[in-house]
């Protein structure tokens, strides 16, 4: 709820009254945490989320003799009384102060035994404004920043603190990530897939190999089970998920450029396949039941207005180079994976799941079932991996209908579904066309057939 001035002025005379108790108490230094959170909105989920972060930070590097935790209208607060020289844990405040992005959010006052307060300007530091570099007190003093722009920057830091709480990993969330690896993997591994990297070529691409993509997936590990522990931890709406899973995305990028020496490998895959990660977490968190169908649910609500938002919504010059989505969509008005995310990937629930459930109960091997799944994806995909590097027009007048004649004459049920499928494999590669949409939504397809596997095994436990 809104506070007023007169509460803030209230809740720090108790907050003294506290402070003095505390001192008298135990006679050594205390720390005294509070949020430094702008505006009438003081107290929150996250927030106390964010003091109960300081809290144990300062308990992993203090000896603490006494602590005193208080959620209030005007913000939580903790005072702790410490073992150590007032020195030594000013020296500690400011460091976790300072630490990340998002700490600059946290205020914690240092007072000695005898009650003076310990300041940062006796060292020669302070306080930078929470948007430029410049001391708080100056652009305070000088209002450089509107209220509309300051709020903009206390949300873009509590989601950053938010991405930071994913790196503790539960167990719900190591095993969906170990399963959304898995999913990658298996996708790379389905051999000979058109155009595709897999096991015995490079397909179209000549920047990356099979052992790219092992390294890229590995490096994406731990970043699948963060999407999936944001998930759990969401406090929030769904859509309010997404700009928490887009920093956690982001360092995950950066993972895979170092691991791959700089080549996308799998950016699109992050994307979607985070975001189905993350709703298969929200969906545990709540004891709502994890189908292929509810994570699919999730997804979409998450990714609601996508589409209006980053590509009807883009100005006519944004000031950087345009993704290739956004590309495709100023000249074609293709929707791409952000489309098809918000319509909840129809085509891998009604066509490519069953599929590949008809083709492992029909007793086809994992890789066959695989490779008949990415021919069904091929023939309804509006794949902007084959439209960038060409035109819409290839992939309606040729990979479409390759895809679909393959099928007609039996796909991988086929005995000769092997080497028509090799012969495509060249085909496609002399082409220079890589069906990349469609692999991704493949490795996605496998995942939720084996989230079903194991959520089914769960709960007959």
Known sequence: MPVTLEQ??????????????????????????TLNIPGPEKDGPVLRQLCDYAISAMQARLEIAAMERVNLPTGPEAILAVRSGASAVKQIAVSLEDEHAFSRLLDIDVFDAEGRQLSRQTSGSYRSCLLCELPAAVCMRERKHGAEEIMAAVQGLLRQFLAFQTRKISPFAEQTGFLAVEAMLYEIACTPSPGLVDRINSGAHRDMDFFSFMSSSAALSLTMARCCEAGIQHQGGLPELLPVLRLIGLEGESAMLDATGGVNTQKGLL????????????????????????????????????????????????????TAGERLFRSHGIRGIRGEMEDGLPAVKNSALPSLRDALKSGLSVNDSLLQTLFVLMTMVEDTTVINRHSPEKLLDWVRPLAESFLLEGGMYNEEGRPKAVELDRQFIDHNVSPGGAADLLAITWFLHRLEEWSGRGSEK
């Open 8 to 33: 803030i002025l209230a809740a720090k005379e108790e907050r003294q009254k506290r402070q003095k108790r505390m001192l008298s108490e135990y006679g050594t230094a205390i720390a005294s945490i």
């Open 271 to 322: 994307f979607s396949l985070g975001v189905i990660v993350a709703a298969t977490g929200w969906l545990n968190a709540r004891n709502q039941k994890v189908t292929a169908t509810s994570v699919l649910q999730a997804a979409s609500q998450m990714t609601g207005g996508i589409v209006e938002r980053e590509l009807n919504r883009l100005p006519e010059s944004c000031g950087r180079k345009l």
